[in-house]
């Protein structure tokens, strides 16, 4: 089980280190998918359940390689960072929603 912080301070901290990790990302989303959008939704939410909802988007479905054959994983690198080579849509997530959670609990 993943400990939530339950102050208003690290709530605000997940959804800009959220927004930050997927600057850039939206180009290759459909416009449903928007990161900008899926945070206006969170900030109403408790703790709990932003980081449930934030791990588990559909934004994670997307696979995103750069030219060493390297996958981007928001808990390593922000996208603004990543050279994307390649990119298409998968059936799961990746990183693991689990991966994603248990990161932005610990920010």
Not at 4 to 32: S, V
Request: charged letters at 30%; hydrophobic letters at 35%.
């Amino acid at each position: 089980m993943v400990k939530i912080k339950t102050n208003k301070i690290a709530h605000m901290k997940i959804l800009k280190a959220f927004l930050q990790h997927t600057d850039g990302i939206d180009r290759y989303l459909r416009d449903d998918e928007c990161p900008q959008d899926l945070v206006r939704l969170c900030q109403e939410l408790n703790e709990e359940d932003v980081i449930h909802k934030l791990s588990n988007s559909s934004i994670f479905h997307y696979r995103f390689m750069n030219d060493n054959r390297e996958l981007w994983n928001i808990t390593k690198t922000p996208f603004c960072k990543f050279i994307v080579a390649q990119a298409w849509e998968e059936d799961s997530g990746y990183p693991s929603a689990n991966e994603v959670e248990v990161w932005l609990s610990n920010l």
